[in-house]
Structure formats: C-alpha cells, structure tokens
C-alpha cells in the first residue's frame, strides 16, 4: 500500500524559514507527478508547488515563487519544499500528493491527484 508522511510543519514568526519532508513508501514515486498543497479552515485546498515526474520541471503558485522551492530525493524517495521568507497568510495544513498520470495543463488542480499525505501544520505568527 503506498503512503505518503509528511513532517516539519511548526511555528515560526514571519521571514522566518521552514522545511517541509513527504517521505513514500509503497512504491517509487519517481514517475510520479509531486506537489504541495494547502488548506485553511474555510477554504478550499490551494496549489503551492509541483514537480513534474522525474522532477524535469517545477511549478510554484504566483504567491510563493521566489521564496519556495520544491525539490525531490529520488534515493531517498523523498519530496521536499523549502520555504523561505514566510508570512502570516502561509499559515495552513500542508500536504503532499502525488500522482502518475497528470498533465502539464492540470498539475494545479486537487481533484487530479489520487495519493495524499496527513498533512502537516505550518503557523507563521509573530
């Protein structure tokens, strides 16, 4: 059965940094489409980032380029998003998702991803 974990959410105060982990397990998830999302209470899910299978691209959402940046470890079957420059209104549940049959044109939209982490929570507050 293959999973996705993701760690590293917390606290922090405003351009503060973050790092945040989606370890697989189950499967190789290299040809698999990779993205971050997140949720507030209230709203909808949103797009954060995305990595394209075998990481040849990478998409980020007009709010966060420039201070995200989303990477992966095919060794170590890992996702990552590196936040840099965080604000208030970054503050939300984060979860990883991952799916094998995504094309370029809906790689920001939930509904095409079948596999999805716990989430992790991310509060930035000062």
């Known amino acids: 059965q293959a999973q996705l974990v993701e760690s590293g959410g917390g606290l922090v105060q405003p351009g503060d940094s973050l790092s945040l982990s989606c370890v697989g397990s189950?499967?190789?998830?290299?040809?698999?489409?990779m993205a971050w999302f997140r949720q507030v209470p209230g709203k909808e899910r949103e797009f954060v980032a995305a990595?394209?299978?075998?990481?040849?691209?990478?998409y980020y959402s007009d709010s966060v380029k420039g201070r995200f940046t989303i990477s992966r470890d095919k060794a170590k079957n890992t996702l990552y998003l590196r936040m840099d420059s965080l604000k208030p209104e970054d503050t939300g549940v984060y979860y990883c998702?991952?799916?094998?049959?995504?094309?370029?044109?809906?790689?920001?939209?939930?509904?095409?991803?079948?596999?999805w982490g716990q989430g992790t929570q991310v509060a930035v507050s000062s």
């Open positions: 998702a991952a799916d094998r049959q995504i094309i370029t044109s809906s790689i920001r939209d939930r509904t095409q991803y079948a596999w």
């Open positions: 990595s394209s299978r075998y990481a040849t691209h990478t």
């Open positions: 189950g499967r190789t998830f290299s040809p698999y489409t």
